[in-house]
């Protein structure tokens, strides 16, 4: 076995005797990925901080490159390679945090560390050095962000650079990681000596494992333990690791053991709802969810309503992200029919308007407009006079983001104008600052969509100056360059995006069409490689490099990546219609007719399908065909030269030169035409004419 393996059953003694006898001779990185040691990234953290010292030393430049993905989620990590780059949304205190990111930020930031991983492990193969091996121990009780990058890391990276091995209790693991682990081994547990530890001993030692033992007598003991006893360890334990105690330890160990300890409605409220903070500020949705519902077990909405609403309210927020609106929804209403208080009816009125208008399916901007307006009524009527002014600007800004939607783009920006003007004249320079830009940046995308371009360029550039390191304004302003035609310009943006945000897929495939536009073929297909490394399933990348490499000339690849992004989107028209172009280049009459017969059915305006198809049928001798399928292409484009160039042939095919020879003519009225090849079939036709006649 040398390939990325999968060990389950068992104990994890017993898993780990077997992979030191399976591994032999691999000297592997060890990591345990239990979600009660240190939260969402526990194990990766681990690997990190086994390979980092190495990497430093041996290629400093790519640990620099993925700073920010490396820190991102693992903060303590900056102990080995500094801090990571600022932004507005770092910097703002909690209660004024108007930016929060979910589950696909963090999938994002994965997707950089495993690029990191895979660069470190090919610089280690050059060097001659023998591949890394890595065991994840205990995925079967590991937090959705770690599975998921492991996932991640066991597609990307080849075996011989990096071996990826798994070892769980059980194979009932997530699809998207089982799906890229070949190899599986079942192991069963072999017979427990007896254990003669003292049961308070092994309630102690289950609860100094921060509760990952999978010691059977250890769990048991626990569960038949004392609870004033099983109380007081927690506490101890608790006390021996909050002394500084990283993000991770404080999200998972530190809260486990407060929420279980002598005083869960105290310390232990207050260690989850710290634990639930840096979660939500990281964007770890499935763990905001978890501590929310667990902060909301603990917490009496009556004594402390604050918090009681800051779990439900950011626990509602990422079960959108991880596309859970009913439960969402469930969670606002459950806050209107607990609480009297209108901030709290205001909050909920708000984030209920926003799953109407932009996440619900069908989105239902009229219920949105509805739930909004009650928003900003009761933020008027807030008694707090600075409370009331923050609030009504940002319920206005709510309401203008549903009008945008309603296509009344005129009072949108007058509403977000107003409201900057607002604080601007009643707040200092340094109150919050994230929320203005926020307000910024909505305006400067209103002038965007309104046509005024070079206001919303200015617009993009300010913001780009207050917060140099979030990447999305620089995308923004790229696409502004590009309705320009400044394609320079925008590919300057687009690489100073790369160099210092994210890995966004969104932004790879964005550059790869500009650099296209350029003629960069070469720079666009790396961009698209590199899209599809990241994420196979993006079907619109696919189909963008399919096209790429038919131009090339290269049908098989061309073939694959249509047929791959069938099997993602069957129903997708022009990956049918790409296939029946590669048929039709392969000679393949009858082939490429089914493929664009099925685009065509899907897509009936589909005029590059129409084109195509008409040449299938007049390759397969039916001009006819061919005439009625450029004639649709014509009515839905309007003239375009190429297209009546075909026609005329095909008119010419079933011997009707007056009809020929008028496409020709229109043609040749036209800009772009291909004025020597209509000349030319312009005189065959007229001297088949003339011979048909003498």
């Known amino acids: ?109 994965s997707q950089g560390v495993v690029t990191f991983l895979v660069a470190h492990a090919r610089a280690r193969a050059r060097a001659g050095l023998p591949a890394l091996c890595v065991v ?171 918090q009681y609403l ?66 900003h009524a009761l933020a008027s009527q807030l008694p707090d006079p600075a409370e009331r002014r923050t609030y009504e600007v940002f319920q206005a800004n709510g309401l203008a983001l549903v009008e945008m939607h309603r296509g009344n783009l005129d009072r949108a920006l007058r509403l977000v104008e107003d409201g900057m003007a607002r604080l601007d004249e009643e707040l200092g320079d340094g109150d919050w600052v994230l929320h203005r830009s926020q307000l910024l940046y909505n305006r400067t995308r209103l002038l965007a969509a309104l046509g005024r371009v070079d206001e919303a360029r200015e617009g993009f550039t300010r913001l780009i100056e207050l917060d140099p390191h979030y990447t999305d304004y620089l995308s923004e302003r790229a696409k502004l360059h590009r309705r320009g035609g400044d394609f320079e310009a925008a590919l300057a943006d687009y690489d100073r995006a790369v160099r210092l945000g994210p890995p966004f897929p969104e932004l790879y495939y964005n550059r790869g069409t500009a650099r296209l536009e350029v003629g960069d073929v070469d720079g666009a297909l790396a961009d698209f490689d590199h899209v599809l490394e990241m994420e196979p399933d993006d079907v619109d990348t696919r189909l963008s490099r399919a096209e790429l490499v038919l131009a090339a000339g290269d049908l098989d690849a061309a073939d694959a990546d249509a047929e791959a992004g069938l099997r993602l989107r069957p129903g997708e028209p022009r990956l049918r219609a790409l296939r029946g172009t590669v048929a039709l280049e392969r000679d393949r009459v009858d082939e490429a007719l089914a493929h664009l017969d099925a685009a065509l059915a899907a897509d009936p305006r589909f005029p590059g399908a129409l084109v195509n198809r008409a040449v299938a049928h007049f390759r397969g001798g039916r001009p006819d065909a061919a005439v009625d399928d450029l004639t649709r292409a014509l009515e839905i484009v309007g003239d375009d030269p190429d297209v009546l160039l075909n026609r005329g042939i095909a008119h010419a095919a079933r011997h009707d030169p007056e009809a020929a020879v008028r496409d020709f003519d229109r043609a040749l009225a036209l800009p772009d035409a291909d004025v020597a090849e209509l000349h030319r079939q312009r005189e065959l036709c007229l001297a088949e004419a003339r011979s048909s006649t003498s």
């Not at 009125?349 to 949105?368: C, G, K």
Request: glycine residues 8%.
């Open 1 to 109: 076995m040398t390939g990325h393996l999968l060990v389950h059953g068992g104990r994890r003694a017993d898993r780990q005797r077997f992979l030191a006898h399976a591994l032999d001779g691999a000297d592997p990185v060890v990591v345990g990925c239990h979600r009660r040691l240190r939260g969402p990234y526990t194990g990766v953290d681990d690997l990190l901080r086994a390979v980092l010292p190495d990497a430093s030393a041996r290629h400093p430049e790519l640990v620099e490159a993925h700073r920010g993905e490396l820190l991102y989620g693992i903060p303590e990590l900056a102990e080995l390679i500094g801090p990571p780059p600022p932004t507005l949304a770092d910097e703002a205190p909690f209660d004024q945090r108007t930016r929060f990111y979910g589950a696909q930020m963090v999938r994002c930031m």
């Open 136 to 306: 994840f121990e205990d995925v079967h009780e590991a937090e959705p962000t770690a599975v998921e990058f492991i996932a991640l890391l066991a597609r990307r990276c080849p075996p011989a650079l990096a071996r990826v091995v798994v070892s769980a209790a059980h194979a009932d693991l997530d699809a998207e990681l089982t799906d890229v682990l070949p190899e599986a081994v079942a192991y069963r547990a072999g017979a427990l000596a007896p254990d003669r530890r003292a049961p308070e001993e092994l309630v102690r030692a289950y609860v100094r494992s921060d509760c990952t033992s999978d010691d059977p007598a250890e769990l048991a003991a626990y569960r038949d333990a004392d609870p004033a006893v099983v109380r007081r360890l927690h506490d101890e334990r608790a006390d021996e690791l909050e002394p500084g105690a990283g993000q991770g330890t404080v999200i998972g160990a530190l809260a486990l053991h407060r929420e279980r300890g002598g005083d869960p409605g105290g310390a232990g409220r207050e260690a989850l709802d710290r634990a639930f903070r840096a979660c939500v500020e990281t964007g770890f949705s499935a763990a905001v969810v978890d501590l929310g519902e667990r902060g909301r077990a603990v917490t009496d909405p009556d004594a402390h309503p604050k």
């Open 310 to 375: 800051r779990f439900a309210q950011h626990a509602a927020s990422a079960l959108v992200a991880l596309g859970r609106h009913d439960e969402s929804l469930a969670l606002y209403l459950d806050l209107r029919a607990r609480f009297l208080d209108p901030k709290v009816h205001m909050i909920a009125s708000y984030s209920i308007a926003m799953l109407h208008t932009r996440f619900f399916e069908p989105r239902d901007h009229e219920a949105a407009i509805g739930w909004q307006n009650n928003a």
